[in-house]
């Protein structure tokens, strides 16, 4: 028994328990699956994988993955974003967070957005349609730019949810 020990001595060996539930461990793995996620959609030399990657996404209803990836995006947002849309996964639930994308500064993170919410099949509840078309609203006063007419498309895309 006593030689089995030396393995958890942290000055010899580097022990990972399997089936540990650290907190931070767990966060570890998390952040590992998101960073090979976004890699996968984002990275020109894994072209070949994203379509199966977003299939499985969806087989898997694992959509939420891809939610967490574009919160933590620094770079590729927009790629993440169509990567929702690409793979027919129905984020209805998620309409004031792709409400927020659509009105980024970031022109492509704004019309990804708009594509993801004009896919999305429903049921919405009806709060968050209305707030959102409040949002869009208020976003289009300040405005004066190429921008106006997908928000436009968008109050209409939106209204149609009602």
């Given at each position: 028994m006593d030689d089995f020990k030396k393995y958890f001595d942290n000055?010899?060996?580097?022990?990972?328990i399997v089936g540990n539930t650290d907190d931070e461990a767990i966060s570890d793995i998390?952040?590992?699956k998101i960073t090979?996620?976004?890699s996968l959609i984002t990275k020109p030399e894994n072209r070949d994988f994203k379509e199966e990657t977003l299939l499985i996404l969806k087989k898997e209803k694992a959509g939420d993955l891809l939610i967490i990836a574009i919160?933590?995006?620094?770079?590729?947002?927009?790629?993440?974003?169509?990567?929702?849309?690409?793979?027919e996964i129905?984020?209805?639930?998620?309409?004031?967070?792709?409400?927020?994308?659509?009105?980024d500064a970031d022109y492509l993170v704004s019309l990804e957005a708009i594509t993801v919410i004009s896919t999305m099949e429903g049921p919405f509840k009806t709060e968050d349609v209305k707030e959102s078309i409040l949002k869009v609203k208020e976003e289009q006063k300040k405005l004066n730019s190429e921008r106006t007419v997908p928000l436009n498309d968008l109050v209409q895309t939106l209204m149609s949810f009602v």
């Open positions: 000055k010899e060996y580097v022990t990972k998390g952040n590992d090979s996620l976004i919160k933590k995006a620094k770079k590729d947002k927009a790629v993440l974003i169509a990567a929702c849309w690409e793979s129905n984020y209805s639930n998620e309409l004031p967070f792709f409400i927020d994308l659509a009105l």
